[in-house]
């Protein structure tokens, strides 16, 4: 087992262990590819949610957020293409009966080639496979996993059907009566709610093209290999953004919001060299360009936000299933048209690996006697963090917990605040490090005296003196 395997497999023990991230259903098993956020999880969610929307909404005049139901009409999905293109070429082992992405079979070996230091045979493995799937040639693409001796993960052998291709959307029905019941989708990806309500915001928000739309919310996808924890669900949530624009604009705007979403994650302490793009050879069938935006976890570089110009391609659509028109009039050039549309799209689920890749380590630390001990720490921002101060007076007694309340009670309204009296304090230091809170209080017997507490910041452990009234503001210019 590599290093990083090794770092992932800790990263998975200690979200569960400290309370992020647990399986779905658990008790009964779990259930494959679906998963739960916990007490200090759904903090985090939630706070990344947050920064995205207001980095979004609040920093944009020009963008606005809604907010629509999961279910949508079934007519949505016909119109968006994914009833009928919304599938991943597949592939079965007939002795295992597991069935596959063929890409990802493919990259799996590109993978393990470049471990071995085989990096030239594993780009152009993938630069065929690349080709084959933009030539929808799935005869060669069964051939590839063939000739390479690719084999099932399962029971080891290649006894492979041939390629198929199948459709990722879950379908439920609505109404009461089972006759009268009508197939609906699970929506498997929050934009079509943004396109078919384009013009009742673009009229009730008084928006002038070029605007955008943000929304965030669950999705649901079929996804036929799940792997890697919280990295491919299917039940996931997205966080997108919609950007209505002026035909023949797409080329410059489509560069802004590769530049301004990559700024975005830059802004969250994450090094450069951690991204890359990579731009889409097969693209979607309602794209003229799309890139990914990639961060290295530790399974390797993997998408975390695509970026996509998706032209007229859904306005144009619903407007023709509808019957509804959806065009713009422009004044500034006297032309009525229909919107073209640069999207960003991320993942909120692999964002939160994302930080929790980032941020996680085991630390080696040198006593003063020279002996060494670890400790586990998440050095998530700040701004961020799913609890920002612990309060923590050191005895149980002596009014110490009654000066350690007060600043509770001034500071809660503001931010997430944790109180604890239990344990030593060093043992209530290494359960917030733990958990990623980046600054702890200590109120002590000096504290009724001068009225000042010991700080400890996470990150380097030092610890310095301040005045208790200084708190509520050193925390804040830290986490806005
Ligand atoms: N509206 C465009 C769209 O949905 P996508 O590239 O299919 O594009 C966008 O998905 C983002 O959603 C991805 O970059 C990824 O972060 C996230 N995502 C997609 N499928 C996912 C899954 N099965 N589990 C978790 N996140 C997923």
Redesign the pocket.
Known sequence: MTTNENKFQQIISHAKEYGFVFQSSEIYDGLS?VYDYGPYGSELKKNIRDYWWKSMTQMNENIVGIDAAIFMHPLTWKASGHVDNFSDPMIDNRDSNKRYRVDHLIEGLADKLKEEGKTQEAESLLAEMDRLLVAEDYAALKELIVTNKIVCATGGTSNWTDVRQFNLMFSTEIGSVAEEADKIYLR????QGIFVNFLNVQKTARMKIPFGIAQTGK?F?N?IV?RQF?????E???M?MQFFIRPGTQKEWYEHWKETRLQWHLSLGVPREKYRYHDHVKL?HYADAAL??EYEFPFGFK????I?SRTDFDLKNHQLLSGKKLQYFDNEINQNYIPYVI?T???????FLLILSESYEEETLTKEDGSTDTRALLRIPAKIAPIKLAILPLTKKDGLPEIARQVMDECKNYFRCFYEEKDTIGKRYRRMDAIGTPFCITIDHQTKEDQTVTIRYRDTMQQERIPVSKVKEIVLNNIM
């Open positions: 590819a498997p990806e929050t934009a999705a996808r996804e799940a919280i990295f491919r669900m299917r996931f949530e997205q997108e979607a990914d935006i998408e975390v936000e695509g996509h999207e799209s991320i993942g909120l689920d692999r964002m």
